[in-house]
């Protein structure tokens, strides 16, 4: 089980940081993401991480202003977003990466889907 948190309203330039805590799951043995839905527009990839922490990817739309991290002792994902633009304003949910080795932003082999944390950011 995945739950976010740390959501929240911002003003452009602001920085939000989300947490997502893993439950019933190891964390190295998985990678895990955070994708994001903002209403009439489909889900997207925004940063991934391996399961040991050490190799990470990230939409280019995101790439120098949001970081991905996560805590393998406390089971827990974390989203450090910088600079933040309206375009950022969406749903956030992270999301167990269940095949690959490499980071991933394809929806498609990410699993266990949190129930998300809302970003808005206003100008």
């Known amino acids: 089980q995945l739950v976010e948190s740390g959501g929240g309203s911002v003003q452009a330039g602001g920085s939000l940081r989300l947490s997502c805590a893993a439950s019933?799951?190891?964390?190295?043995?998985?990678?895990m993401g955070w994708f994001r839905q903002a209403p009439g527009n489909e889900r997207e990839g925004v940063a991934a991480?391996?399961?040991?922490?050490?190799?990470?990817s990230a939409a280019d739309s995101v790439k120098g202003r949001f970081t991905i991290s996560k805590d393998n002792a406390k089971n827990t994902l974390y989203l450090q977003m910088s600079d933040l633009k309206r375009e950022d304003t969406a749903t956030y949910h992270c999301?167990?990466?269940?095949?690959?080795?490499?980071?991933?932003?394809?929806?498609?082999?990410?699993?266990?889907w949190g129930q998300g944390t809302q970003v808005n950011v206003s100008s």
């Open positions: 999301a167990i990466q269940r095949a690959g080795v490499c980071p991933s932003l394809e929806a498609a082999v990410f699993t266990a």
């Open positions: 019933e799951i190891t964390g190295t043995d998985y990678s």
């Open positions: 991480i391996d399961r040991m922490g050490r190799r990470t």
